[in-house]
């Protein structure tokens, strides 16, 4: 099993920027891509930001250019750096690692973030 803690999240303006990180512990060798999601009140989960096991990433297109993630093995944590926020990046923020043995995934208990005008 895997657990996920996300951490980061907040009140910005708009314009300002938020670095959001998710801790991973348990099995961690066993998983393989991660990802962002976030979720507004009352809408589907949407796809953020990927990140596979050798690095390479993805991006919404709401997001490219703006956001980055990124992935430090040695800590078992991934980031998602946030510039240029918007309002309607308000949402509250999930991590998700796929796990291999069971092709299943794993979720983070989700960080609000907040970006007012």
């Known amino acids: 099993q895997v657990q996920l803690v996300e951490s980061g999240g907040g009140l910005v303006q708009a314009g300002g920027s938020l670095r959001l990180s998710c801790a991973a512990s348990?099995?961690?060798?066993?998983?393989?891509?991660m990802g962002w999601y976030r979720q507004v009140s009352g809408e589907q989960r949407e796809w953020v930001a990927g990140?596979?096991?050798?690095?390479?990433?993805n991006y919404a297109d709401s997001v490219k250019g703006r956001f980055t993630i990124s992935r430090d093995h040695a800590k078992s944590t991934i980031y998602l750096q946030m510039n240029s926020l918007k309002p309607e990046d308000t949402a509250v923020y999930y991590c998700?690692?796929?796990?291999?043995?069971?092709?299943?995934?794993?979720w983070g208990q989700g960080t609000q973030v907040t970006v007012s005008s």
């Open positions: 998700k690692a796929d796990y291999r043995p069971t092709m299943s995934a794993y």
């Open positions: 348990g099995s961690i060798f066993s998983v393989s891509n």
């Open positions: 990140i596979t096991r050798d690095g390479r990433t």
